[in-house]
């Protein structure tokens, strides 16, 4: 999910292809999950390494959309961010992942998110799924989705503690799913439509196992 700068430059690259086959005739939708699409002000502390910005400048927004190709963005907003551990709601309960990083030196869940959130954007008092700020992960001119309590990956982020509650859990993939084939007009009816939803539904389940 966080290749969406590499994904949008390749895209971009094929458009550009007058001779060759045009991405517009093999692509109907660009789906980004928890993916950064806006370089931070100071381009020296960008996570990408300048890759943000050369599509943002060169390619920007849904640069394909005129041609028919629909872009959606997909974000969660699960944690927020606080630099002091004194600045965490008290009122939130510890997690397993909170006892971990305390172990560690690094505090709960809010902390390690603000220095995700401050690397990625600059800004580390955010709300977003616990890596990318929920702002950072919307494309400007796309469809765009937010999850509530949904986190960026698999595993709490820096940890091996497996969780149910990101982007690619089977639960989670129904909150967004219906959305991608809604904005794809992918389906005719209901029938064909549930049958479509279960076998995409599938995938994507596979797909982030």
């Not at 928890?34 to 990408?48: F, L, M, Y």
């Not at 700020?133 to 494309?139: G, K, N, V, Y």
């Not at 595993?155 to 219906?178: F, H, K, Q, S």
Request: hydrophobic share 35%.
């Amino acid at each position: 999910s966080s290749s969406s700068s590499s994904s949008s430059s390749f895209a971009s690259t094929e458009a550009d292809n007058s001779e060759g086959i045009r991405t517009s005739e093999r692509v109907s939708c660009l789906v980004t999950i928890g993916a950064i699409h806006k370089a931070p002000e100071d381009a020296s502390t960008c996570v990408t390494r300048g890759a943000l910005k050369f599509v943002e400048e060169n390619y920007p927004g849904p640069f394909l959309k005129e041609e028919g190709v629909k872009y959606i963005s997909v974000g969660g907003k699960a944690i927020v961010g606080k630099k002091e551990e004194e600045d965490v709601d008290p009122n939130v309960a510890k997690t397993d992942a909170d006892e971990v990083y305390a172990v560690r030196g690094e505090g709960s869940a809010s902390k390690v998110a603000f220095t995700s959130y401050e690397a990625v954007c600059g800004d580390g008092n955010t709300i977003g799924d616990g890596v990318v700020p929920l702002e950072w992960s919307m494309l400007d001119g796309a469809r765009q989705i937010e999850l509530d309590g949904v986190l960026h990956s698999i595993n709490e982020a820096g940890t091996t503690l497996p969780t149910d509650r990101w982007y690619g859990a089977e639960d989670i993939v129904d909150r967004w799913l219906p959305d991608v084939l809604d904005e794809i007009e992918l389906v005719d009816n209901k029938t064909q439509g549930q049958e479509v939803f279960g076998s995409l539904q599938q995938w994507a389940s596979n797909l982030f196992k």
